[in-house]
């Protein structure tokens, strides 16, 4: 109990303790302080105990005041059309409960003062965050009292902690089932370049080949940024091989129109000579000629299902913890068609 004489020696008032004190003092994290006051389980009996023996010490109390029906929607990145389907959705649920929706950016080559840290200061009613928080920034907000879900995440989460994503890897299993059922056998693939969101969906590519008896050539294989530059300079690096694809599958929609750009540049035509399949479905497949082929990733109800619980969290209501997965499905455009060689007969087997 050092920490505990220290503090007392020091002669700190109890309004000034936080959660963070409170963890230190019973040597445990602030996620386990966290359930001890909200009455959660996953503690144990002993550590319980020894939490709450500090908070009735110390006279802490949950901060309850200065609170706004303000809903902050924290982005890594805010240039991109995926990051506005993410707006829309918090949008439409945050309307329902009257909230006010503050959106924001915290990037790690931002100026000061643009952190997490900032952020759990303003007190926002509860936070949503795209993608990732860091352990650091999980206390941070836990430590202000400030409830936080997380949109989409890219990485693996412990289990208390809540996020609202989507199946990535049946999403990506769809999009190469389709060209498989189509006759398609020398398939290319562009990935990301180390984007963790990327592993579930190539993993689902992979899976659909499996279940075929096929294995992915890795000369097939190309990774780019998420952009649709990014997606032509992978595609004409596959179109130059020597045997060249007759479809593609990428990890996102831009990419997928930066392989339209390469097909056009050498005189192929989608889907006449090469079809192509991306993942998420903005706005731009549909606009694009032909429209394309690509995995319905559900970003709005994804944004307004997490919104929901966010809000729910701002209350205090009592809520299930943990993860909640959407279903993505395979939207069928004009992109994808029988390979030149089976037009006229059943597909080819391997």
């Not at 002993?46 to 901060?63: C, D, F, M, N, W």
């Amino acid at each position: 109990m050092k920490a505990t004489d220290d503090r007392a020696e020091a002669g700190a008032e109890p309004g000034a303790v936080t959660i963070a004190y409170i963890a230190e003092s019973a040597g445990v994290s602030i996620p386990t302080v966290s359930k001890v006051l909200n009455r959660r389980g996953g503690v144990s009996d002993q550590t319980r105990a020894r939490v709450e023996e500090l908070i009735s010490l110390h006279g802490y109390r949950k901060p309850v005041g200065n609170r706004s029906n303000v809903v902050e929607l924290v982005f890594r990145e805010l240039d991109s059309l995926w990051a506005v389907e993410v707006i829309r959705g918090v949008e439409r649920a945050a309307r329902k409960h009257r909230a006010v929706v503050m959106v924001s950016e915290v990037r790690g080559d931002g100026p000061p003062g643009r952190s997490i840290e900032e952020t759990a200061g303003r007190r926002p009613n509860c936070v949503l965050a795209v993608n990732r928080l860091s352990p650091e920034e999980r206390e941070q907000l836990t430590a202000a009292g400030v409830p936080f879900v997380i949109i989409d995440p890219l990485d693996d989460l412990p289990d208390e902690v809540p996020f609202v994503g989507s199946t990535g890897f049946r999403g990506g299993q769809a999009a190469m089932r389709h060209l498989l059922d189509l006759g398609h056998r020398r398939i290319a693939m562009i990935s990301g370049t180390g984007q963790p969101v990327i592993v579930p969906r190539q993993s689902g590519f992979l899976a659909a080949l499996a279940q075929d008896g096929l294995t992915h050539d890795p000369e097939l294989l190309a990774g780019s940024p998420f952009t649709r530059e990014g997606g032509r300079a992978a595609a004409l690096e596959l179109l130059a091989l020597p045997e060249r694809p007759t479809a593609f599958v990428t990890v996102s929609d831009p990419q997928a129109l930066g392989v339209y750009q390469a097909a056009g540049e050498l005189g192929l035509s989608v889907p006449r000579d090469l079809s192509v399949v991306g993942f998420d479905d903005l706005p731009i497949a549909s606009w694009a000629e032909p429209p394309l082929t690509t995995v319905h990733q559900p970003l709005n109800e994804m944004a307004a299902a997490a919104t929901e619980l966010a809000l729910a969290l701002g209350r205090r209501e009592e809520v299930q913890q943990g993860g909640t997965e959407i279903a993505t499905t395979l939207t069928v455009r004009g992109s994808t068609a029988r390979p030149k060689r089976c037009r006229s007969g059943p597909p080819s087997q391997t």
